[in-house]
């Protein structure tokens, strides 16, 4: 398995909360950074959430940022995003995406090197 596979995604209320869940591709990449990226149709696709490889720092998207958290765990090749008070705005199909090259936190989609084949989250107003 090369490509992350994510999960979690679905339909949901305004207010509402949803958790995404990134398997990562392989453990070779586990101490890399990972993101998360979403796309709206229509849209381009934008950043979200980036991740350091020890866990210990975090960026947010200022559209996102208080309502959403991105977390990992090494152990398990696994990232999250935990995402609250959702709004009809952040409608998308949400893609994990992962560095095969840095560590640090990394805002833009050519710092990654694999990618999900994404998880649709609908908001309803």
């Known amino acids: 398995q090369v490509q992350p596979v994510e999960s979690g995604g679905g339909l949901v209320q305004a207010g509402g909360s949803l958790r995404l869940s990134c398997e990562a591709s392989e453990s070779t990449f586990s101490n890399f950074a990972k993101g998360w990226f979403r796309q709206a149709p229509g849209r381009e696709r934008e950043f979200v959430a980036t991740i350091n490889g020890d866990g210990y720092r975090t960026a947010y998207a200022e559209s996102v940022k208080g309502r959403f958290t991105i977390s990992r765990d090494n152990g398990k090749n696994e990232m999250y995003l935990r995402m609250n008070s959702l709004k009809p705005e952040d409608t998308a199909v949400y893609y994990c995406?992962?560095?095969?090259?840095?560590?640090?936190?990394?805002?833009?989609?050519?710092?990654?090197?694999?990618w999900g084949q994404g998880t649709q989250v609908t908001v309803s107003s």
């Open positions: 995406a992962e560095s095969a090259r840095f560590v640090t936190i990394r805002f833009i989609p050519e710092d990654y090197d694999y």
